[in-house]
Each structure stands twice: as C-alpha cells, then as structure tokens.
C-alpha cells in the first residue's frame, strides 16, 4: 500500500527559526495530510492539501504539494516551544483509509 | 464533543494474558480504525470499520489478534494470548468518511499504551 516517507527523522532549531519537513509518497493519491504528535498523546489533524492544489496556508503552516514529484513539504514559521512534536504526513489513496509515514520529529530549543 | 475515548490508557501485563482494550468512537462518525504504533515500524492500520462492519482486516499481525463493534459507540481490539512482542500504543480512530470525497480527516484517541512482560 502507499505510505508517506518523512524526512528528516529528526530536526533540532532553535525558537523563532523555520521547520520544514518533507514527505514523499509512492502512488497517485487523493490528498495528502499532515499530522502532530505531542509526546504521550494521539494524533491531531493540522492540514489537509487536495491532489489539484499546490500550496496552502494554515496560521504559520505551509504546505506544498508536488504530486508530479509525488512529495510535499509542511514548513511552520517562527517556530516556538509548543511546536516540539513528531509530525506525520498521511496520503489517502481510495477506500482504504489514511496510510502514515513514521514521521518527524521536532524539537525546539529555546 | 468529547472526543474519541480509549480505555484503558496503560496496560501492563504478563505474557500468555488476555488483553482487551476499548474504544467509543466520536458520536455520529461512521467510520472507526484501530492503529498500532511502535518505534520500529511506525503507525500500522489494523482493522477499520464502516457502520460497525469490519471491511479490511489485513493488517491484524496474527490470529491472536481480534476486534468487534458490537454497535455505532463501542469497539473492542482482543489479543489473546498477548505476546512481549505487541508491546506497543495502540490508537483508535474515527471518522464520518464520505467515499470520493478528497476531504477525509480521521480523529485519533489518546492511545492505550500496551507493555507485555
């Protein structure tokens, strides 16, 4: 099945920089969303991007989507504290439900 | 809403033991996933269900593993005999999902985390 492949594994900034995280996918898809983590709690839906949009804007979210590279990239600018999660693209494809990648993880040095 | 409930939040128990671990989905969703979580493989689709229906259970790892909605507001994921291996966060999610529809979002639980020993 299509899964989503983030990266990098892991990425260190410092507060008030910019994260970007990357995902890549196998198939054609649906949409394509993004997902954060904070330590010890589920997942939350932070931004969904359609297969015929390229880009989207959310508050201090951002994100791309190149279907013809079949990837995607999720910036957040001015980063803070509170933005210290693991964040997860998930790509849905049909009738299978989202498919997720292993993730980011983010953390912000204050 | 109160959201999607999982129980119980932590689980330890001895290898060879039943497990049950519950889930009441967010009222009005009709689509309910059960997910496993580890380091090692990340975030696997176990079993989802459309109106209490199980459509796609072939990510369920073994037949030690079982799950049932008995109706729209309660599922259960069964490991029996659980095994040091299943240590994991398993999540439970739900949606009101509208096929051919590119705007599906899914609401995950708070997870049950699971350790065998």
């Known amino acids: 099945s299509q899964q989503g492949e983030e990266d990098p594994q892991a990425l260190s900034i410092q507060e008030g920089e910019n994260a970007t995280m990357n995902c890549s996918y196998k198939?054609?898809?649906?949409?394509l969303q993004w997902y954060r983590q904070n330590s010890g709690r589920g997942l939350v839906h932070l931004i969904l991007?359609?297969?015929?949009?390229r880009e989207k804007h959310s508050g201090r979210l951002r994100v791309t989507l190149d279907t013809s590279k079949k990837s995607s990239s999720l910036l957040i600018t001015a980063s803070r504290a509170a933005d210290t999660a693991s964040y997860f693209c998930?790509?849905?494809?049909?009738?299978?439900?989202?498919?997720f990648g292993k993730g980011t993880h983010l953390i912000i040095q204050p | 809403d109160a959201g999607v409930i999982q129980s119980p939040r932590h689980e330890v128990t001895e290898m060879g033991q039943e497990v049950t671990l519950r889930c009441k989905p967010i009222?009005?969703?009709?689509?309910l996933f059960w997910y496993r979580q580890t380091m090692m493989r990340g975030l696997e689709l176990l079993i989802y269900?459309?109106?209490?229906?199980?459509?796609?259970d072939s990510g369920m790892p073994e037949d030690r593993f079982s799950a049932k909605m008995p109706n729209a507001s309660f599922s259960t994921l069964k490991i029996q005999p659980s095994e040091p291996r299943d240590s994991a966060v398993y999540f439970c999610?739900?949606?009101?999902?509208?096929?051919?529809?590119?705007?599906?979002?899914?609401?995950f639980g708070e997870g049950s985390w699971l350790t065998v020993v």
């Open positions: 999610a739900s949606s009101f999902w509208s096929l051919g529809w590119s705007g599906n979002t899914i609401y």
């Open positions: 198939t054609s898809i649906n949409n």
């Open positions: 991007i359609r297969s015929n949009e």
């Open positions: 998930a790509t849905e494809g049909g009738a299978d439900g989202l498919t």
């Open positions: 009222s009005g969703h009709d689509y």
């Open positions: 269900f459309n109106n209490n229906v199980p459509i796609d």
